[in-house]
Structures are given as C-alpha cells and as structure tokens.
C-alpha cells in the first residue's frame, strides 16, 4: 500500500476556506491536516464537494470520542447538521491541529460519502491535549470529489492540507 499524492495547498496567511479537489477514483483517498492554526479559537468544519461545490444540505451526521488531558473522556455524536465538525483549534503560537482522515465512496453515485476521522490539537489557553478519532457519513447517495474546510467566522491562517489516493 502506498499514497498517491492528488492535491495540497499549504496556507501562510489568512483565508476563509481550503478546497481539496481530486477524489474521481473508486480507490479510497487520504487527507492530512498538519499545523493548521485559526485567526480567532473557534471550530473547523468541513463540506464534501459535490462538482467542486460545497454541498449545504442538512445531510451530515458523525459520531467521536474524545480524549482530553484536562478532563475525562467526551462522546458526541450530531445528526442532520450542513457541515461536518472537525474540531475545536486556538489562534495562538502553541494552538494548531493536525488530523488525518480516511474517505470512502466518494466516487460512488449510488453510495454516501464516509469518512474516518483521527485528530490531535492543543490549546494552549487551557492548556489543553485533544485527541479525536470517530466517523462521518454525508447521507446522499451521489458522487463527491473533494473536500472544504473553513471556519464559521475569521479565517484558517496556516497549516497544510493535502489529498491523497491510497494505492
């Protein structure tokens, strides 16, 4: 097994969203996320792109634990949501994320889009160690191929996405 690298886009200063476009095969792809800092502590979010468009329907569900360093274990799950949730990162120097995730059927018509989802970020004003692993599901059964990621509000001001084809 090896990695085919598709797409990167390494961000060094402000902006709202990184697309990662490429995933026109039935093999399963791979993204990472290394280094990636926000311009205010809030969440990340992704969309899969449906003809290089985010899909905004309420068709996003997902499920995770979380392992922190400042207090027990958390469960959540979210259902019917626009968006997938990634994770909360800070703005500091110390506060960054890094997450890999696994995708599954984004060629498929017929089939949802799945993902895995594996992350560890700090935030440095707890300081808090975050590590992150569950499942996402877009529930419509149509050909995805790529990803968004953007924050609600301010922008993404470093970090490096790339896309892989797992070969």
Request: glycine content about 8%.
């Amino acid at each position: 097994m090896g990695l085919l690298q598709v797409a990167t886009n390494t961000v060094t200063s402000g902006v709202a969203q990184v697309d990662l476009v490429g995933t026109t095969t039935d093999d399963v792809y791979m993204i990472t996320l290394s280094g990636v800092n926000l311009s205010t502590d809030q969440d990340l979010f992704s969309r899969v792109l449906k003809s290089s468009s985010p899909d905004t329907t309420s068709n996003y569900d997902g499920a995770d634990k979380t392992l922190r360093s400042d207090t027990t274990y958390g469960n959540s799950y979210y259902s019917n949501q626009d968006h997938f949730f990634l994770d909360y990162l800070g703005d500091g120097v110390d506060e960054m994320g890094n997450m890999i995730f696994y995708l599954y059927n984004f060629n498929a018509s017929a089939e949802y889009s799945f993902l895995t989802i594996e992350s560890s970020c700090v935030d440095n004003a707890n300081p808090t160690l975050k590590g992150r692993t569950g499942g996402q599901v877009h529930t419509v059964a149509s050909a995805s191929n790529g990803m968004r990621f953007y924050v609600a509000s301010g922008t993404i001001t470093a970090g490096t996405f790339t896309l892989y084809r797992v070969v």
